[in-house]
Structures are given as C-alpha cells and as structure tokens.
C-alpha cells in the first residue's frame, strides 16, 4: 500500500542538528498521519513525535519537545524531523511510520542510525 525510506542520519556532536527525511510511496500520502519513533540498543522503541493528514496539527515526546520539529510536504509525499541541540541519549535508530484515519499502522521504514556524540 505505501513503502516508507528515511534518510538523513548520521554522527553528529552533542548540541548539533540533523534533519531527517521519511520519503513515501503511492498517490495518497496525505490521508496518512505521518509518526516518527526511535529504539535504542536494549531499549524499547519509543514515540518521539507525530503530524496529522494536513500538518496543522503536531504532537511530541516530552523528551524531544522544543528541540525536535516535525513537518510535512503533501506535494512531495515526504516527512521531515528537524532535530536540533541533540543530546547523547538521543543516539537510536530513527524510523518513520503511517497510520491511516482508523489509527491503524500502514507501514514502517527502515530505520536511520542517529548517533550523538558527547
């Protein structure tokens, strides 16, 4: 139904920034709500931050508020994490995902390795 590729990972030091992208397949990426989750090695995945079909709506992990920013371009069927003053606990491995109007996941990416130096 949709496939799911991120991109944008890397090394950075703390209190850099990185910008990750999830990139969709199909026609019909905006009906989905978009979500970004992480996992840390011998950790559970976690929720890090969601944005609705249209982008007017917005939700975030307490851990990454006021430093991490979701968005989206319907036009180009991509989401976006702008992660900025990263934190060594921010290390995981960073996947996307999209859930359709019933709350139901439709897909998830690969993942993209995210590691902060300290």
């Known amino acids: 139904q949709v496939q799911l590729v991120e991109s944008g990972g890397g090394l950075v030091q703390a209190g850099g920034s990185l910008r990750l992208s999830c990139a969709a397949s199909g026609r019909t990426f905006s009906v989905y709500t978009m979500k970004w989750f992480r996992q840390a090695p011998g950790k559970e995945r976690e929720f890090v931050a969601a944005i609705n079909t249209s982008g007017g709506s917005t939700r975030y992990a307490d851990s990454v508020k006021g430093r991490f920013t979701i968005s989206r371009d319907n036009a180009k069927s991509r989401t976006d994490l702008q992660m900025n003053s990263l934190k060594p606990e921010d290390t995981a491995v960073y996947s996307c995902?999209?859930?359709?109007?019933?709350?139901?996941?439709?897909?998830w990416g690969q993942g993209t390795q995210v590691t902060v130096s300290s």
């Open positions: 995902s999209a859930t359709d109007i019933y709350g139901r996941t439709l897909a």
